[in-house]
């Protein structure tokens, strides 16, 4: 591993907490930004990191603290009202993914193993990013924001099962041994939310004993969380499957607000560190070199999943309304796409070409989320309409252009009609026309 000196170091937090509040500026998640920096510090800019393996170790650390985090903030009050809807809409969500890629293997020649890869990034949304827009909207803390969390819950809740079978894909893949690892998985998820949710607090004798003790509340939390890892790893489970687990347990204690304070800035940190090193590995050239591939892949992605999240929660009897600006919401692909090729790449279920691909097209998904969402706000005020015939599609590519037509129209209808022979006085007429004739 190279190293890298102090000052080099405080080169690149600033740099990242330039391009950070950046992206907090306009109000967009931070982690963009920090995406954006590791492509200008990294062998694609100006070379200034030469490796990930430099940022390589905090990036790992920092996959573990974002599922410890998550699992401490998973609001078991929220899930248990949306739950039925938003475990259904995931495993949906999942398997009609599975389904496309699965089909499209046969035309494109794809292996099982990266169609079960491209399975699982489509079904996975970005829960910084919808959590951000749903915020900027006003939706957060409505029944719909409520409904959207849930189902990134569920998600997050199966992105555990997801990395386990990724990282025991190869010869051994319909194993006994996998199978069980995955059920124990699953099981052990499902008993202790049925077990937490039941109960107000659970008491844990290492958190009642650093109460009140700011300076151990860190460490403790920190060491829960490794402890935990550590032993879900020697199992045959994932590391960052036991730092869930970890986050879900403390996140039900009279602690859990103290932990969570303690704690938010150094997964602040590390995380910066994760995105960061996903900047490195981002190939610009590469990009550029294959950027109608990219591109097609961005616009398929993000209409299908539109597409494909609408019906599904028409399927489940939601409202048009809602089910359109979910539907658009969830429409990106998630941050765990990275971590997700990064293990595949490891048990060679994609090349460094599949890497890289996946990689670049989830950074774009992500940088192109907030004008995706800008759209849906405008989509919004259609879906309410109930109707997405051709009235509807025109209201919205021209917005108030189309009372303008109206007007003009009217008041100039007989007068078209007299020279519908005479397209030279059209254009003349519309030429010499000022704004108190129409508006416009």
């Given at each position: 591993m190279e190293e890298i000196n102090l000052t080099e170091i405080a080169m690149v937090v600033v740099a990242a907490l330039a391009g950070g509040l950046g992206f907090v500026r306009l109000n967009q998640p931070p982690i963009i930004g920090y995406i954006l920096t590791g492509i200008l510090l990294g062998p694609s800019g100006l070379a200034f990191i030469h490796s990930r393996d430099q940022v390589s170790v905090l990036a790992e650390l920092g996959v573990l603290l974002l599922l410890f985090v998550v699992g401490m903030e998973l609001s078991l009050r929220i899930f248990k009202k949306v739950w039925v809807v938003a475990t259904l809409c995931t495993v949906l969500q999942i398997l009609s993914s599975l389904a496309i890629t699965l089909t499209l293997s046969n035309l494109f020649g794809w292996s099982a193993g990266l169609s079960l890869l491209l399975g699982?990034?489509?079904?996975?949304?970005?829960?910084?990013?919808?959590?951000?827009?749903?915020?900027?909207?006003?939706?957060?803390?409505?029944?719909?924001?409520?409904?959207?969390?849930?189902?990134?819950?569920?998600?997050?809740?199966?992105?555990?099962?997801?990395?386990?079978?990724?990282?025991?894909?190869?010869?051994?893949?319909?194993?006994?041994?996998?199978?069980?690892?995955?059920?124990?998985?699953?099981?052990?998820?499902?008993?202790?939310?049925?077990?937490?949710?039941?109960?107000?607090?659970?008491?844990?004798?290492?958190?009642?004993?650093?109460?009140?003790?700011?300076?151990?509340?860190?460490?403790?939390?920190?060491?829960?969380?490794?402890?935990?890892?550590?032993?879900?790893?020697?199992?045959?489970?994932?590391?960052?499957?036991?730092?869930?687990?970890?986050?879900?347990?403390?996140?039900?204690?009279?602690?859990?607000?103290?932990?969570?304070?303690?704690?938010?800035?150094?997964?602040?940190?590390?995380?910066?560190?994760?995105?960061?090193?996903?900047?490195?590995?981002?190939?610009?050239?590469?990009?550029?070199?294959?950027?109608?591939?990219?591109?097609?892949?961005?616009?398929?992605?993000?209409?299908?999943?539109?597409?494909?999240?609408?019906?599904?929660?028409?399927l489940l009897r939601l409202p048009w309304s809602q089910a359109f600006l979910i539907g658009v919401v969830l429409a990106q692909l998630g941050e765990f796409a990275f971590l997700m090729a990064t293990i595949s790449n490891e048990t060679n279920i994609i090349n460094d070409y599949g890497e890289r691909l996946i990689i670049g097209l989830t950074v774009l998904s992500l940088a192109f989320s907030p004008v995706w969402l800008a759209i849906a706000r405008r989509l919004r005020d259609v879906a309410d309409t109930n109707s997405v015939g051709l009235k509807g599609i025109f209201s919205f590519l021209y917005g108030e252009n189309v009372g303008i037509i109206k007007k003009f129209t009217k008041q100039y209808k007989h007068w078209f009609h007299k020279q519908a022979h005479h397209p030279a006085a059209v254009i003349d007429k519309i030429n010499t026309l000022t704004p108190g004739d129409g508006d416009k």
């Amino acid at each position: 591993m190279e190293e890298i000196n102090l000052t080099e170091i405080a080169m690149v937090v600033v740099a990242a907490l330039a391009g950070g509040l950046g992206f907090v500026r306009l109000n967009q998640p931070p982690i963009i930004g920090y995406i954006l920096t590791g492509i200008l510090l990294g062998p694609s800019g100006l070379a200034f990191i030469h490796s990930r393996d430099q940022v390589s170790v905090l990036a790992e650390l920092g996959v573990l603290l974002l599922l410890f985090v998550v699992g401490m903030e998973l609001s078991l009050r929220i899930f248990k009202k949306v739950w039925v809807v938003a475990t259904l809409c995931t495993v949906l969500q999942i398997l009609s993914s599975l389904a496309i890629t699965l089909t499209l293997s046969n035309l494109f020649g794809w292996s099982a193993g990266l169609s079960l890869l491209l399975g699982f990034v489509a079904s996975i949304s970005s829960t910084a990013v919808v959590v951000k827009v749903m915020e900027n909207i006003g939706e957060l803390k409505s029944e719909l924001g409520q409904l959207t969390i849930g189902i990134l819950i569920a998600q997050d809740l199966a992105i555990v099962p997801m990395i386990l079978i990724l990282r025991n894909y190869g010869e051994s893949w319909f194993s006994p041994v996998l199978v069980v690892k995955l059920i124990a998985s699953i099981g052990l998820i499902v008993g202790l939310i049925s077990y937490l949710s039941r109960r107000q607090r659970v008491r844990i004798p290492l958190t009642q004993m650093i109460a009140g003790h700011k300076d151990l509340t860190p460490l403790a939390s920190l060491t829960f969380c490794f402890a935990a890892a550590a032993i879900s790893g020697l199992i045959g489970l994932s590391a960052p499957y036991g730092a869930f687990l970890a986050g879900l347990v403390l996140g039900n204690t009279h602690e859990r607000l103290a932990m969570i304070e303690s704690t938010k800035p150094i997964q602040s940190i590390l995380l910066m560190a994760f995105f960061l090193s996903i900047g490195l590995l981002l190939d610009v050239e590469f990009i550029w070199d294959n950027l109608t591939t990219v591109l097609n892949l961005l616009f398929v992605v993000t209409i299908g999943k539109t597409a494909l999240n609408i019906g599904i929660l028409r399927l489940l009897r939601l409202p048009w309304s809602q089910a359109f600006l979910i539907g658009v919401v969830l429409a990106q692909l998630g941050e765990f796409a990275f971590l997700m090729a990064t293990i595949s790449n490891e048990t060679n279920i994609i090349n460094d070409y599949g890497e890289r691909l996946i990689i670049g097209l989830t950074v774009l998904s992500l940088a192109f989320s907030p004008v995706w969402l800008a759209i849906a706000r405008r989509l919004r005020d259609v879906a309410d309409t109930n109707s997405v015939g051709l009235k509807g599609i025109f209201s919205f590519l021209y917005g108030e252009n189309v009372g303008i037509i109206k007007k003009f129209t009217k008041q100039y209808k007989h007068w078209f009609h007299k020279q519908a022979h005479h397209p030279a006085a059209v254009i003349d007429k519309i030429n010499t026309l000022t704004p108190g004739d129409g508006d416009k």
